[in-house]
């Protein structure tokens, strides 16, 4: 069993559950929370819909800078196991908001449609055509340089195929597919972006754009943007920034500094409820950070910085710590790092060319090769960017370079974001994150796909998948007269994957509408022009087999 925060968290939110992980909630019992300064704290367990632990909920917060002790009983198989931990609680930081000003960017070109006036992202250009279109469309979720913002699905041809604006003044981030209890679902990050991390929420939407879920932070956290992960079993595991008082005189800062800890949440998406919990400062060192300290007061000190969450087949943790340019394991029973790539304390030795500064995005391999974004910059510590790939020798502990992908055309230097996708037959879909490309390459490093966002518009990461979206809506058409006696019709279907044409019917009376023709579908907006005027219309849209998959309203012109 597992509880959390884990024994000597030293900053555990003031508003913290009591987390018990591998046991059923029935088998635990007086329980008992004693706060050094508040005393004891009464309140209620609550069990995880998974069936394997509870939290323990408390009536009343903890104060700041006291001692927690958890002591409970677990009884199970005519066994009785005294159990427990403790830790201390923060003495936490508000951040303040940041101004509502936007930094002026030049006009930044954005699409725009006579069907949805309400969309218009920014436009997409294509300088390396794929040469696999039918591998799928491309995840993306454009932010920055004043765009309108959301999660974005679009063709290898750079033609729309969904867009969902957020909240003007907040971001998206993210977008991907992940499984849902059986399902495939969309998922990505939604917020406001606050001293460079995320205060939102987390989206879960089924195959027809249908919120099925949101995932909140518990604790008192905020749902950071850097990581949302569906496990098998239905929980989601994410990640939140915590901003605390500390001293950093060991780092030559102040006694009354302010570091910004990164945090892990396992999440039971069902109730909500905190599964687990762990620190980074309670397992990393201040001093294994490469981050400036600041020296200007109330300016945070964000030593860690966690951007990627890995979970493993048994449960481990692979955790990416952006300003340590190192990756950790995680055990997965107490929260022990169990070993580190790269930084200053690496656990492998590392041949030089497989160094890596600033990195996002480490994922473990199923061959047992990671795969990582090497960033490089922020300050610079290379000349460009990278996605490269790595072979670990746990045995002897080394880790060699087998494989780097740098873009071809310009020497891209990312400042932040990024991300790599291993594709079948070894290619590699990589998103270049701050500078705004995205890339495909094939097993011999060939550039097989590449495409840009106009500056300074750029995608926290981008994927590549065969995505099949069914959205309930109808259709939308419009039409306006057009020159000498026609009839301009415009259709389109925001999310419908699976258009191949569009069937225009029309008729003067709306009783005895007609099939007048057949257009192959031109991208996220087909224009159809007929003879006519004063005409009633309808479209229906058609699959590739010329199945109707759904119609509009009638509309008149």
């Not at 997409?124 to 340089?145: E, K, R």
């Not at 007061?297 to 300003?323: A, E, K, T, W």
């Not at 995505?467 to 999310?495: F, I, M, R």
């Amino acid at each position: 069993m597992l509880i959390s925060p884990l024994a000597g968290t030293p900053d555990a939110s003031a508003q913290t559950q009591i987390s018990f992980l591998g046991v059923a909630a029935s088998e635990l019992r007086d329980i008992v929370v004693d706060g050094s300064r508040s005393g004891i704290h009464s309140g209620k367990l609550q069990a995880y819909s998974t069936g394997d632990g509870a939290s323990f909920i408390p009536a009343r917060g903890f104060q700041a800078g006291e001692r927690v002790t958890v002591h409970a009983v677990l009884s199970a198989a005519h066994k009785t196991v005294a159990v427990g931990t403790s830790f201390t609680i923060a003495d936490i930081y508000t951040l303040p908001k940041e101004s509502s000003g936007q930094t002026q960017n030049p006009p930044v070109p954005t699409q725009s449609f006579h069907t949805r006036h309400d969309l218009r992202p920014p436009q997409v250009i294509v300088g390396t055509p794929a040469s696999t279109p039918s591998l799928g469309d491309i995840l993306i979720s454009p932010d920055s340089g004043g765009v309108q913002a959301g999660p974005m699905i679009i063709e290898p041809s750079g033609a729309l195929v969904w867009f969902k604006p957020v909240r003007s003044g907040t971001e998206a981030m993210d977008l991907r597919e992940q499984q849902y209890l059986g399902q495939a679902v969309l998922t990505w990050w939604q917020g406001e972006i606050i001293g460079g991390h995320g205060q939102g929420e987390d989206v879960v939407e089924n195959t027809a754009y249908q919120r099925i879920a949101t995932v909140r932070a518990g604790n008192g956290l905020y749902a950071d943007l850097h990581e949302f992960q569906i496990t098998p079993q239905g929980t989601a595991i994410i990640t939140a920034y915590e901003p605390v008082y500390r001293n950093l005189t060991s780092v030559g800062g102040s006694s009354h500094g302010i570091v910004d800890d990164s945090v892990l949440q396992e999440i039971d998406i069902r109730t909500g409820l905190v599964m687990f919990e762990w620190h980074a400062l309670g397992h990393v060192a201040l001093n294994e950070s490469y981050a400036r300290v600041p020296h200007i007061p109330d300016h945070v000190y964000d030593f860690f910085h966690i951007n990627s969450i890995q979970q493993q087949n048994n449960g481990d943790l692979l955790i990416g710590g952006r300003n340590t340019w190192a990756v950790y394991l995680i055990d997965a029973h107490n929260g022990y790092v169990l070993w580190r790539l790269g930084g200053k304390r690496s656990t492998f030795t590392m041949t030089p060319t497989a160094r890596f500064a600033w990195q996002h995005d480490a994922e473990l391999l199923p061959d047992g090769t990671i795969s990582l974004f090497d960033n490089e910059d922020s300050p610079p510590e290379g000349s460009s960017s990278r996605a490269i790939h790595m072979a670990l020798d746990l045995q002897h502990k080394t880790a060699e370079l087998i494989g780097s992908y740098e873009h071809p055309g310009t020497r891209l230097l990312s400042p932040s974001q990024g991300n790599v996708q291993l594709l079948s037959d070894e290619e590699r879909f990589v998103g270049w994150g701050q500078a705004g490309y995205v890339s495909e390459f094939s097993s011999t490093g060939q550039l097989t796909f590449d495409m840009h966002l106009p500056p300074p518009v750029n995608s926290y990461r981008a994927y590549r998948v065969a995505w099949n979206g069914q959205p309930t809506n109808t259709p939308t058409l419009v039409a306006a007269p057009g020159k000498q006696d026609t009839v301009v019709a415009y259709c389109s279907w925001n999310g419908a994957a699976d258009v191949s044409a569009w069937r225009l019917l029309a008729a003067s009376d709306p009783s005895a509408l007609k099939v007048v023709s057949t257009t192959q579908r031109q991208g996220f907006e087909t224009e159809i022009l007929t003879a006519g005027s004063h005409l009633y219309l309808r479209v229906q849209a058609l699959g590739a087999s010329g199945q109707l998959l759904a119609s509009s309203q009638t509309v008149s012109s």
